[in-house]
DNA sequence: TGCTATTATTTTGATATTGGAACTATTTGA
DNA sequence: TCAAATAGTTCCAATATCAAAATAATAGCA
């Protein structure tokens, strides 16, 4: 590849990487859900609606500390975003849920997301579209291999 | 564009979006400079080598308020990163610049993104190349579309 | 020339995010 | 039965950040 090329893709990249978040954040400040950051949307996002998870399995997704989710969860729930439900089958585990509120937020969020790739591959073609999971696939192996921890 | 890929393809982004900050962090953590962040790091990144900007120019650039990158700066000054050079025409501004210990780390980040294109775009033609630059064009337009601030 | 407004930066005070260590509650297993 | 292990929470310290006030320098105008 091309020296120049590399660098104009380079500078895109960081630049559509440098946005998004704050195109997210700007996106709530501008809707119903003011009292929320895109951190704490992300955490509703792994949360998410269909099951109920552990504290520790969100936090390991988010890859940040049991501790630090429960300082999150606290807003959340004082928020009205998210429930803790008790296991009864074993009382340590406490699982998460979304209220009302939450699942309206998580489906605002993933139609962000969905609108977000639309823009980005929404006119593509079969083949068009495998190649570039292919590339997306070669990038994830890239990190992978800088951080083995990566691995999902 | 089909459901389930339109989902593939938005899982693919999320998590490779989210493992580029960490792999950079922890490429850091193992390199000779254990003493500075990513964040750090992309300050460098912005005052740049070959010219000398002043402060408000690199925080607009990194989108963060002055007395934010003051108090950064102060921090790469006393970590021997980047130098204040006040200008002779008018005494107002500050000027930017990297120490060698700063344009050692500035060049290393660039290598590491260097290597992250080529892992995801390397063995590409020019048609394909054209047609990711075109992609990533398009996602960059949603962006501005959705906060006009975006523009550079 | 001598103020006054403007501009660039820094300082200060407040808030938010996060990790790590200590602590509590519960379960497991020898 | 009780010591060890597990899940979650609390508490404390470090860091990042912004907004507003303060400081320093310059520009422009009467």
Redesign the interface.
Known sequence: ?DFT??R???Q?????????L??EE??LRKSQFKDISIKEVHAIDAISMYEHKTTSQVAREL?ITPGTLTTMVNHLVRKDYVMRLRSDDDRRFVRLGLTRRGRLIYRAHESF??????????D?NDE??H???K??????????F??PT?K?
Chains 1, 2 share one sequence.
């Open positions: 590849m090329t590399a104009r893709l380079n895109l990249l960081t630049s559509v990487y440098g946005d998004i704050r195109v700007l996106a890859r997301h969905r609108h977000m790739v639309e823009s980005f591959a929404g593509m068009q579209l190649f570039i999971e590339a997306l696939l070669n990038l994830q192996a890239f990190l992978e800088a951080d990566a999902k």
